[in-house]
């Protein structure tokens, strides 16, 4: 007879079912959803609300440091300006006249002050009528006048390089003058002496103080134009020491 096994039956595995998920989502839900377009034109439009409230982006541009450097003044009259190889001494107010008359005369960076009462001046009929037939060229200039009547002139603007308006009489009355003087030089040089009283007048005095920054700016200035010795009247703007110069000087160098 045959034997019955006594080892245990193992039951057949079964499979645990799979956790499916049906959202019940077509193709058309996933791409043509209204809400979903929606949604997408809500964030770009948030994102555009948001990007104006956004502040600018700054492009930062670094200077390049200038080739020189401002090491003191004296006497309220001199600067002196270190260079690589030079110390340049310069006259203020020769440098500030000759960087106001190239503005003037080149009409660069004029900025014209429009005065909000216009300032009567009596120059007498000869002067007020050489003003008046002039008027075109010293609107270029900055200045602005009309006849007043009388021998009298009044000006509605002036160069904002002036200042102020204290000096404004014998500035009109010089221009007045070197335009009518000097028959034996053509209009163009008589203008350009014009010009030269009005850059004297306008700048800063020698032997006064300034600010450094009014000072530096002048340098600044005089430095952007190329081969300066000499003011408009002919006096010297800067005089130059070179090192070898200096060093020979305290036997350094021989």
Known sequence: SGKVSTAPVEAPKQEKPKTTF??????EDLFDSEKD???RDSIKTTCEE?????????TVFVEEAPAWRMIGQAYDSYIFVETE???LVIDKHAAHERVLY???????ELNVQE????????IGREQ???LLENAEFLAEKGFNIEDFGEGSIIVRSVPSTLGNLKGLNGILEDFARTLSDGNHLSFAERCDRALYTVACKAAIKAGREYADEHVKWIVAKLMEIPNITFCPHGR??????????????????V
Request: zero cysteines.
């Open 236 to 253: 010297p703007v800067v005089v130059k020491m070179s090192r070898t110069e200096i060093e020979k000087m305290f036997k350094r160098i």
């Open 37 to 39: 377009f929606f949604f």
């Open 22 to 27: 049906d959202a019940n989502i077509g193709k």
């Open 102 to 108: 190239e503005k003037l005369a080149a009409n660069k």
């Open 128 to 130: 007020a009528s050489v």
């Open 115 to 122: 005065l909000l009462v216009g300032v009567p001046i009596a």
């Open 85 to 87: 190889e030079n110390i």
């Open 50 to 58: 948001e990007a104006k409230h956004e502040e600018p982006v700054q």
